[in-house]
């Protein structure tokens, strides 16, 4: 039965438990809904959620335990040489799984039998032609290891969905019949449909520690494997980052750290003052009408997904960064670069810095400026010597929050520093980040058993801690701040 | 100590300033202009990127089109003659080809345009390798117009396409092995016969992606859709789920370590670097709960995860800021406290956590990175289902779709990158927008 | 007896000063409000006035236009002459800078700037360039913190933070501070408003001693305390100056009705 049926049918039981529960409250009263202990509408709340929560809560364990429960059962039919042969596991997987799709496809176009589809033997019938047919592609010719295990996934599928709509309708059903049983007109209806919402309300608020969780878990167990293929020391400490999938690579975390942090470092020099300065002049000198204008044309910048700074980088700002200045100065010949990148990453924290800054800024009392003021100080004394210094605390923890976001920054330097991992400090030439080398790790066909792709992980998780690290540095330095003034 | 010690201040006139606050005021008009120049940058900054965009990508929304009467000869579409669509697929676009070419130089012929320093060869590269495919297409679906002569508007090549918008000169083509000057002469030629002509291109829109050498027919429609059926599943669950969180957090829960653990991780999740997003949708969602690769419902999944603070920060807000007058004045009389939430103070947060969800999709809409990992990148031609069973089908999305065409070697994929973040981007606008507009219509102050 | 010789001392002595802010005809408009209706006041050298008046009857406003401070707020418009020895402060060619080196101010709310003592007091001279050397530097603010009646308590701390300071103390500071830059006349805004009665009592002494340098000019909500302090006072009510005269006068035998309403409590 298609999901959406389930889920539909499951949602019709508990609309009758609703107008059920909801009638038999109010002729266990008598009709006369003042005597009932709630409004007649819990009654049928609480019926329906009885029937429907408990449900989909399996269905949606269910589905996604499933898929890993009949995929450890299918890849035992898989003899050792065949993963051998074809080098890794996950693509036989996706091969069965292809077969598999393609076989209930075939049967729902009438291509094949259901008997046909059961019975079919790789010795008798040309499966990929069959398959291709109808429209599946597949890469190579069907051996009989994976038809069986095709054939195999084919019916714990089948058996695992069947078992599956049994058990949610039935636990539906249950619900409803329970949650029926126990209305009546002294039942405190009200009080346990608002327990149950408020338990739905915690569940919602815990995901976010579910999320942090899965973050941190997904990370460190990879990250653990990699280790026992290949030594952590080298992965710190490595200067050298020559992937190669023969075996035998140097995975060094030092030349992406430094292109990182160069990159970062030009983003800063771009943004800090440019957003500072903005943000002082918004705040202490433009007058209304230019605060009007300029304001929200400096915060559009904000919005504008990654993707198009990245772009920007790849089209126009790397090809004029080499034409009028790498080439001429003969600083090199690639129009990808750790300038390239800093400069678009700088114009995207403009708005950043500007904005935090100008919270800061304004957070800064008035007081302050009428007493410096009041001396005979011009603005901009008072802005260097009063209001900067009182802010201060504020306008590092901003900075530092920039830090961050340049640090975790992914399309702009995938598409504008280059992939090359050098240690230079030619700012024209290309380099590559943590960020890129995850994408560049993690696409495409990777096996997920061998160091080139597990690194990814450690470098993810060595970006979580970084960024992290900064992001609870800043946030303690702003809020301490902000408490200066309260 | 004496006073008689201390320098006193010459007296002077007001009306004379003095060379210090002389010095002092050009310095104040010297920092000014920092500021003001800091704006510049800014603003020019933008303006650039916009231009850059729209001058890169505006003509993606034009495409050249061929027109001429093609010959559907029975003989090579249709050898057994009975019309059976099934049969009639066994002829692949390699049997079209021909049939296009033909007719394209009969056409030039009868029309007198001197097809002069082209080979028939150099002809046929002038009509887009997916021309063929398109008719074959037209065909199966009418078997009957075999045997007739059909006008069919076919996609120029890419080349011949970048010359009438200008990205392609007589002189690049010297150097260009794909196209050569007599090929573009031809084009002008057949142009001004009527035979040419570049109009609006609705495929761009709606048709799918298509392969690395034929960049003049590929479209953003399955990756307007993969984004499209993304920020269902994002809406969906991000929602209800922020707002679950944010009236627990906010109404209900009690000052403690386990909600302070909650505070805590909902504002560093905020600022986690989104890659870090796709490694877990990676090795969570795909990996271990084996759900499919590029499939709106795992980009989906991961977009929610990342969206969910932005809207539960806004959610927040948007409840703080409803007056606790409004909760005593339900609970005075006698409704219970979750009667008072839902009854009174969720209506009047509704504007502000519409806005802020509506901020959040548009966020979502625009993120790339964690879609890589994902395996959004790959190359998709066939259209997903319908949800729900079109959120497991393989999609794009767009602004993958733009990372996507960036890294192909044809440079007239620049121009399609382009046109799909101008896309991008007035959808952006659209939303938030709605989002500002939304704000001014309900804005309440307390 | 002798109170009332002292009295008449005073009175005396205040009729030779020299004029030193000579305000003629004096609007000030916030945005429509007309904030301030054509005030005319004589402030001498080296004497306390005092402004009193019901809050909002525009006493802060008009302070703050003797030393443009008002400059600072956009919508803020002001007509008429203010003459500080007999120069036009709203003259075009007058910087407001220089004009309020030597006009200071001292505000309502103390509002020390959040670095060391020595800095707070050291920066006005800084500013102006007063100061040749560090030690002469030193010897201003050692000088200021005197006047200020602050020094023997912070001496050994000049380092310290001036937000770390009382109240009193930092209000203390922030005079030091304003005197630091040899301003000629002081102007303060309800200097007492936010201090406990002793650090009051501190502070109207050292306005007291203030006197005998420069000309104080003071906003008060207490009718007390500008009779302690104070040989001249304003009485203002909605914008306009009702009556101006020696302190004394004002206090025992106010000429207008609304002076003597406001004196004895019934409006205010």
Redesign the interface.
Known sequence: MPLIWIILAVLALGAAGYVLGRKRAVSSAGGDIRILHSLPNYYGMNVFLTAVVPALLVLVVWLLVQPAVIQRQVTQLIPDNDIMESGELSLIMSDVRRVADGLDRALEQGALSREEARMIRSEFTNIRETLASIGVALGDDVNADVLAAAQRYRTLQTTGNTLMTAAVLILAALGLGYAYSRTHKDFRARNTVERAVLSILILASTIAILTTVGIVLSMVLETRDFFHLYPAREFFFGTEWIPSFEGGSHLGLLPLLWGTLYITFIALLVAVPVGLFSAIYLAEYAGRRMRGIAKPMIEVLAGIPTIVYGLFALITVGPMLRDYFAEPLGFGTSSSSVMTAGIVMGIMLIPFVSSLSDDIINAVPQSLRDGSYGLGATQSETVKQVILPAALPGIVGAILLAASRAIGETMIVVMGAGAAATLSLNPFEAMTTVTVKIVGQLTGDTDFSSPEALVAFALGLTLFAITLGLNILALFIVRKYREQYE | MTDASTPVPPKSSLYATSDRVKRRNRSETRFRAYGFAAITVGVLALILLVISIVSNGASAFRQTYITIPVELTEARLDPAGNRDPAEMARVTTFGYAPLLAQALQQHLQGQGISMEGVTPRDLMAMISQEAPAQVRALVLANPEIVGQTVTMEMLAGGRIDGYFKGRVTLESAERDSNVSPAQLLLAERMAEAGLIETRFNWAFITGPDASDQRPEAAGLGIAILGSFYMMIVVLVLALPIGVAASIYLEEFAPQNRFTDAIEVNISNLAAVPSIVFGILGLAIFINFAGLPQSAPIVGGLVLTLMTLPTIIIATRASLRAVPPSIRDAALGLGASKMQSVFHHVLPLAAPGILTGTIIGLAQALGETAPLLLIGMVAFVREFPDAPPEGFFDPTSALPVQVYNWTQRSDPAFVERASGATIVLLVFLLFMNAMAVILRRRFERRW | MDDMNDMRLVERAVDDKELKIAADGVDVFYGDTHAIKAVDVNILDKTVTAFIGPSGCGKSTFLRCL?R?ND?I?VCRVTGNIL??G?D?Y?P??????????V????Q?P?????SIYDNVS??PR??????NKS?LD??V??SLRRAALWDEVKDRLTAPGTGLSGGQQQRL?IA??VA??PEVL?MDEPCSALDPIATAQVEELIDELRERFSVVIVTHSMQQAARVSQKTAFFHLGELVEFGDTSQIFTNPKDPRTESYITGRIG
């Open positions: 030393n401070m600072t956009d500080l020895d120069e402060i003259h060619k007058v910087d407001p800078v220089q004009l309020r080196a030597k200071g101010m001292v505000f709310k509002n020390p700037f959040p670095k920066y006005g500013i102006h360039g007063l100061a040749r002469e010897e201003i050692e000088k922030c501070r304003a830059t040899s102007l």
